[in-house]
């Protein structure tokens, strides 16, 4: 396994490549959130930023347009592919973050697809079944896989809809924390059920919801839920040997990077 470090995109895009490799990072995922820079010439710019550095792009992280609210109740209504309203628009979006990856040389897309209703004879649910098989079966003509970063569905939800597209290029981007944030799982357990579909993983960590709240808070890695020890056997058991990327959010520049080394520092001592 390798420690990696999620960077954003952006006009600093490589001021920011520089600083993770001052800080000893050699590789990691890329974000983008802005659907007008999936062009030649942002993916050449990436490109040189990235050969200068000796930095490799492991997977490209892809947002999309329009409304987004992590917090309830309208993370029902703003977030990923759910939103009947928004689906052909982001579905376009996220086949267009596809062919930048492709550009890029990236096989692997990540995404949230959004808070997955349970019930899979809804229309809802069957809407999202259909878009996610149109992304897919497009992603796998080109060797490509798209991924879900875990955190808005239940564990049993995302294997379920993954399983009624029928397709093999589908599959888990774990972040433990996500899932512990909004209360969903118990990260090691998740990971357990998850094995068969695991592809990468998001290192954040996280401290559960308070009784009767209904959001959790982010905390520096070590120093909330996720037990990163347990989940690190569990990586080792089943043969995991890929990158473990480190997403630090919502904290100012000195403390990013003060947590993102002592981050590095302890997943590295676990691997």
């Known amino acids: 396994m390798r420690i990696g470090i999620l960077v954003p995109w952006g006009a600093d895009f490589e001021e920011k490549v520089k600083k993770v490799r001052s800080l000893g990072f050699v590789s ?8 007008a820079a999936y062009n030649e010439a942002n993916a050449a710019k990436m490109k040189a930023v990235c050969e200068a550095n000796n930095f490799e792009i492991t997977s490209l992280w892809c947002g999309w347009s329009g409304p987004v609210d992590w917090y309830y ?3 029902y209504t703003t977030l990923g592919l759910v939103p009947a309203w928004l689906r052909n628009q982001r579905m376009r ?3 267009d973050g596809a062919a930048f990856g492709r550009l890029l040389g990236v096989k692997d897309i990540v995404t949230h697809i959004g808070y997955i209703p349970d ?5 809802d649910y069957q809407g999202i079944a259909n878009a996610l098989k149109t992304i897919g079966t497009e992603l796998k003509k080109h060797g490509q896989r798209l991924l879900f970063e875990t955190g808005e569905e239940l564990p049993v939800t995302l294997v379920q809809m993954m399983k009624s597209t029928g397709l093999d290029n589908l599959g888990v981007n774990l972040d433990p ?3 512990i944030l909004s ?9 357990t059920y998850f094995a068969p579909y695991f592809m990468s993983m998001h290192a954040k960590d996280a401290l559960r919801p308070e009784p009767g709240k209904l959001h959790g808070e982010e905390v520096p890695i070590g120093q909330g839920h996720a037990n990163f020890p347990a989940l690190f056997d569990i990586l080792k058991t089943i043969g995991y040997d890929g990158e473990i990327t480190i997403e630090r959010e919502g904290v100012g520049d000195d403390v990013w990077e003060k947590d993102i080394a002592a981050a590095k520092a302890y997943l590295e001592a676990l691997i």
Not at 28 to 35: E, K, P, R, Y
Not at 119 to 123: D, K, R, S, V
Request: charged share 15%; hydrophobic share 50%; aromatic share 6%.
């Open 93 to 95: 979006e996220l086949m």
């Open 119 to 123: 019930n899979p004879f809804t229309e």
């Open 183 to 191: 209360g969903r799982a118990n990260a090691v357990e998740a990971l």
């Open 28 to 35: 990691g995922q890329v974000s983008m959130w802005d659907m």
């Open 73 to 75: 109740p309208n993370m």
């Open 177 to 179: 924390a996500n899932l």
